[in-house]
């Protein structure tokens, strides 16, 4: 079997928010056919999407058209050697990341099963949580949509905190003020008086606030007994969180969005950063590379819980390794796949039900990739 199409491609994809208008994301998606007439997939929504687009278009796809598919370590060592010799990240890393996966779903529809059960097959039925409180809402509205998932039979929630009142990128990017972070304790506070002390609460700062403000943050919301604070300290930096880990009773959870490489897992095993690790398979090198970091957190009993959106591709990983945790089902990420992908699982009452289908087990819809293709004019 032979590769004998690369395409990538950016999306125009609209969906909403609850209590929001109608949004968009600008996805990124990868698709490889072989001369078998098998077809892999993968899509997220990156910064720098025409950038990855362009990449895997121009650079990926001369060098890997008439390889093999199923030799995925070989194809992953080639583009390395051959388009970026020193440490990589950014474009390339997010590009790796996306073929990972595709080759992946090849891979599971070669072998008439899904990903998660060659990749182990440990898990057939997992926990769930959902990222609901953006930091676009406001206190009323966000105890309007955690009352709304917690009828839905949502027991595990998770909110928005250090985000900018000025965003420089969608919901949550943008450097936080010490207003934003008073307001944020407001914002927490008014959440777990509304859902009660029976329902989980993580909170997450995106790698967006300062030690200082992270302390802050910390100090005055263990009052509310947190299940984790995620990504807390600028770049994720291993010296600051293990000082923030030590300074406050939190869990510290870390390794989603942005985490490009195994290094970085090192860093914050060896710096008694975290208590939690979170690979993401869209960031880390697909399912290759998030097979190694769970590995690696299983060799240091760290627990393993998703984190950075994306559900539907990274509950195969959680599935297939003994260690596997909870999937996050961010909205974005959750209702975009369900829209425009058919055999997507939804969760139910707090969990979510592994697909038996191939590969991934969900397909883009008739004539999405077409009709949502988006060519940046200027």
């Keep these: 079997m032979k590769i004998t199409k690369v395409d990538s491609r950016v999306l125009r994809l609209p969906f909403s928010y609850p209590l929001k208008p109608e949004s968009h994301a600008m996805a990124t998606i990868v698709t490889i056919e072989t001369d078998d007439g098998l077809f892999g997939h993968a899509m997220s929504a990156y910064a720098m999407p025409y950038a990855i687009r362009d990449f895997i278009n121009l650079e990926v796809k001369p060098l890997i058209e008439g390889t093999d598919p199923l030799r995925i370590e070989n194809i992953r060592s080639e583009v390395l050697w051959n388009l970026s010799t020193k440490a990589f990240t950014g474009v390339f890393s997010n590009a790796l990341s996306l073929l990972d996966i595709a080759l992946w779903d090849i891979k599971g529809k070669f072998s008439n099963q899904p990903i998660w059960k060659i990749l182990g097959g440990c898990n057939d039925v997992l926990p769930v949580y959902i990222t609901f409180g953006l930091g676009t809402y406001n206190i009323e509205e966000l105890v309007t949509v955690a009352k709304t998932l917690l009828d839905m039979g949502q027991t595990r929630l998770k909110m928005v905190v250090a985000a900018s009142s000025q965003p420089t990128m969608g919901e949550v990017m943008g450097r936080p003020t010490e207003d934003d972070i008073n307001i944020d304790i407001e914002r927490v506070g008014a959440v777990r008086d509304a859902i009660g002390d029976k329902v989980e609460l993580m909170i997450d700062a995106n790698k967006c606030a300062t030690l200082p403000q992270a302390l802050k943050l910390a100090k005055a919301l263990e009052q509310f007994d947190l299940t984790w604070f995620e ?8 010296r600051l969180m293990a000082q923030l880990r030590r300074d406050c009773n939190i869990p510290i959870a870390a390794g989603s969005t942005g985490t490009n490489d195994l290094i970085h897992y090192r860093e914050f095993i060896m710096n008694d950063s975290v208590d939690i690790l979170q690979p993401n398979v869209r960031d880390i090198g697909g399912f290759t590379g998030g097979i190694k970091a769970a590995g690696l957190a299983q060799a240091f009993n760290i627990p393993l819980n998703m984190g950075g959106n994306w559900p539907h591709i990274n509950m195969h990983l959680h599935a297939g390794v003994p260690n ?16 425009y992908f058919d055999g997507a699982p939804s969760p139910d009452n707090g969990q979510v039900i592994l697909p038996q289908t191939p590969g991934l087990g969900f397909d883009p819809k008739q004539g999405v990739i077409e009709e949502y293709t988006y060519n940046f004019k200027g």
């Design 324 to 339: 596997g945790g909870r999937i996050e089902f961010h909205w974005q990420g959750w209702k975009i796949i369900e829209q």
């Design 231 to 238: 990504d807390p300290v600028v770049q994720a930096d291993a």
